[in-house]
């Protein structure tokens, strides 16, 4: 229903580049969501346990704890969460394992192409339903 993609989404945005990171926060930013952006994965789990998040974007090159990693971790605490792994490359096949809440996006990319995955991911996972 569309009124799913109207409600406020909480993004916690994870990227140890903190160019890349201001820059994609900015990119992210809308009306209608709260974006929490943070260098590592040790962080966001921090936040993602004190706050409750609906989509969470990660890069998969991160400093001690993967993307990988941390999206299993985040999905042992919270199953319905929607994840989007961010890479420069390709990377389908690892996250066959992911689940259907779990997708990847290869970067760099557009605001557009976040919105049309995001809006993807809340369709088929239900989530806002």
Do not use: W
């Not at 140890?16 to 962080?43: F, P």
């Not at 609906?54 to 971790?73: E, F, Y």
């Amino acid at each position: 229903c569309s009124s799913d993609l109207l409600s406020p989404q909480r993004i916690l945005y994870v990227e140890d580049n903190s160019i890349v990171r201001e820059i994609t926060a900015e990119l992210l930013a809308q009306e209608q969501r709260d974006i929490i952006a943070v260098a590592t994965a040790e962080e966001a789990l921090r936040e993602f346990r004190e706050h409750p998040f609906n989509i969470v974007i990660t890069d998969v090159s991160l400093p001690q704890m993967s993307g990988l990693d941390l999206a299993r971790k985040i999905l042992d605490i919270d199953p319905k969460v929607l994840i989007i792994i961010a890479s420069g490359y390709y990377l389908d096949l690892r996250l066959q394992k992911g689940g259907p809440n779990v997708r990847a996006i290869v970067k760099p990319f557009e605001a557009a192409d976040i919105d049309a995955l995001i809006a993807e991911l809340r369709k088929t996972s239900g989530a806002g339903d």
